[in-house]
Nanobody, 122 residues
Framework: QVQLVESGGGLVRAGGSLRLSCTAS????????MGWYRQAPGKERELVAS?????RINYADSVRGRFTISVDDAKNTVQMNSLKPEDTAVYYC??????????????????WGQGTLVTVSS
């Protein structure tokens, strides 16, 4: 199996910064992409930022210019600057991976972290 462990959430004032990190572990053959989603109360989960294995990056329009994603091997980090109250949400790490080995067999998995709360006070 594959697991994602997140860290770095918390409470910050508007204008402040936080860094979220996510590390993937387990039987990983390859990682196709890693990213972050968020879900605010009463709203649907939405993409925040993602990077695929060719280095292509996607940002939500609402965070472009304020958030920066980086992926190094199996670790994914998003630096969040100039935070706003509307950034308050539970942030989830996400990874699209190929799991297993050539001997045991390979399978595609979409994996989610447990979520970490980011609260931005006004």
């Amino acid at each position: 199996q594959v697991q994602l462990v997140e860290s770095g959430g918390g409470l910050v004032r508007a204008g402040g910064s936080l860094r979220l990190s996510c590390t993937a572990s387990g039987s990983i053959f390859s990682i196709n992409s890693m990213g972050w989603y968020r879900q605010a109360p009463g709203k649907e989960r939405e993409l925040v930022a993602s990077m695929d294995n060719s280095g292509r990056i996607n940002y939500a329009d609402s965070v472009r210019g304020r958030f920066t994603i980086s992926v190094d091997d199996a670790k994914n980090t998003v630096q969040m600057n100039s935070l706003k109250p509307e950034d308050t949400a539970v942030y989830y790490c996400n990874a699209d991976v190929v799991a297993g080995t050539s001997q045991s067999g390979l399978k595609y998995l979409e994996v989610w972290g447990q979520g970490t709360l980011v609260t931005v006070s006004s």
